[in-house]
Structure formats: structure tokens, C-alpha cells
């Protein structure tokens, strides 16, 4: 099956009336760019706009704009159900949207923490932007989408918002392909440009094997140090 890549990115308070500006990539890939894959994508929609309501915090103007990406992943993934053939009911139009695989991409690391249950979306102080989360949970859990984090220079949108970010979407325009970066221990984009890191490599966590070994290093070591230190202790 094909699925819907989104990826969404926000500038808070950056207009002269403090609203925020939000922006979109919506586009078909193969299912291949969940494992890493760099592969061809076609852009389906995309969008730069002034988000409807004043944000309080960056936060709140990332949720604004994660709630209208995914009600534009959700009609394009209905249409292309259709497309294919399917005879589309509005009363069950959910069943027909899973059917097409969806993943929305986010660099908003305090919405992805929410959101994957590291911090409780109920015990958020911004009360309004919890319950718009708690709206994005229920939805996306009738509809089958996924919410992956990735950081902010392997992210399309970024240059939807923001100036000077506009060699991410000039890369993707050139190659016509792009992946979803998986980087297990979620490091920003500069922590792995000072890392040497490419904007797209993969970055997965070591097996467990390997960092059981550095842990009996660790401790051999330490043991060492602390027979040398005070060899009365032993």
C-alpha cells in the first residue's frame, strides 16, 4: 500500500499581529521510508498559511498546525481510497482512510513526548492546547495514523516557515526522493551537524549487547581505580 507522509512545521508570533505561520508537505511514498529508505516521493499538497488562532506559546501554535495537517492527510488518504475503487461511505469514512497508510512527521519535540505518553498530556499547563492533543490522540487512533519525530533539518516543512531553511525542500525538489530519519536517541539538528552527522543519515540505537559491554567496561575500570585509590577497601 502506498502511504501519506506529512510533515508540519510552525514560526510562533512571527507576524506583525503575533499570529504564528504554519506549513505543510503532504505527498505518496512507498512504505519503505519507515525503514530508513530514501525513496521517491510525490507531493500530493502543501501549504504556507497564518494559523486562525493567536498561540500562547510555541506549543500551542504546533498543535494548531499538527490538527490541520492531519485533517489534510485525512482527506487525501479518503480520495485516494476512492480513487482505488472504493465504494467511499461517510458514515464509516474512517475505515476507508486506514485502508491508505498515514504518518505524520513532526520536529515539535514536546508534542511527540505527549503524545507517546513520556509526559501525561493531562498534566500539561496549557489546559486548551492538552485537550486539542487529547482530540489529535482520539482521532488518529480511529484513523490509523502515525506521529513519528524527526529533527529539524529532515524536516520538508521547515522551509515552509522559516528563512534561510530553504536547502531542505531545494535537496527534495533536485533527488525527488526523501526518508524519514530514524534517530533513536532523538538528538536536534545541530547537536548532529557539531557530530558531523548528514541531515538524513540514520542514526539507530545500538543492540543491548553493546551497551552491556561498555557498562562491564565501566565497572572493570572503575573497580581498578578504586583498588589503586584505596586498596584497603579490598
Not at 541531515?199 to 575500570?221: C, G, I, T, V, Y
Request: proline share 2%.
Amino acid at each position: 500500500l502506498s502511504l501519506v507522509g506529512s510533515e508540519m512545521c510552525i514560526r510562533d508570533s512571527n507576524r506583525v499581529d503575533k499570529t504564528s505561520t504554519g506549513g505543510y508537505v503532504i505527498g505518496f511514498g512507498s512504505q519503505e521510508i519507515h525503514e530508513g529508505v530514501r525513496t521517491e516521493v510525490v507531493p500530493i499538497a502543501w501549504r504556507s498559511h497564518k494559523l486562525k488562532r493567536v498561540a500562547v506559546s510555541s506549543l500551542s501554535a504546533e498543535t494548531q498546525a499538527l490538527r490541520i495537517t492531519e485533517d489534510e492527510m485525512y482527506m487525501v488518504r479518503l480520495a485516494w481510497s476512492e480513487f482505488c475503487g472504493q465504494i467511499v461511505d461517510l458514515h464509516q469514512a474512517d475505515d476507508h482512510v486506514r485502508t491508505v497508510s498515514g504518518t505524520a512527521i513532526i520536529d515539535a519535540k514536546a508534542i511527540y513526548d505527549a503524545l507517546t505518553g513520556r509526559n501525561q498530556v493531562q498534566n500539561m499547563i496549557e489546559k486548551r492546547t492538552a485537550i486539542e492533543l487529547l482530540a489529535y490522540l482520539q482521532d488518529t487512533s480511529r484513523d490509523g495514523t502515525q506521529t513519528k519525530w524527526v529533527h529539524g533539518e529532515a524536516n520538508l516543512a521547515d522551509s515552509l516557515t522559516k528563512e534561510g531553511a530553504d536547502k531542505v525542500i531545494l535537496d527534495f525538489l533536485r533527488s525527488g526522493t526523501w526518508s524519514i530519519v530514524d534517530d533513536k536517541d532523538q538528538k536536534s539538528a545541530k547537536k548532529r551537524k557539531q557530530e558531523g552527522t548528514a541531515p538524513l543519515e540514520q542514526r539507530p540505537r545500538e543492540d543491548k549487547e553493546s551497551d552491556s559491554e561498555e557498562e562491564d567496561n565501566f565497572a572493570e575500570l572503575l573497580f581498578l581505580k578504586l583498588g589503586k585509590d584505596y586498596p584497603d577497601m579490598f
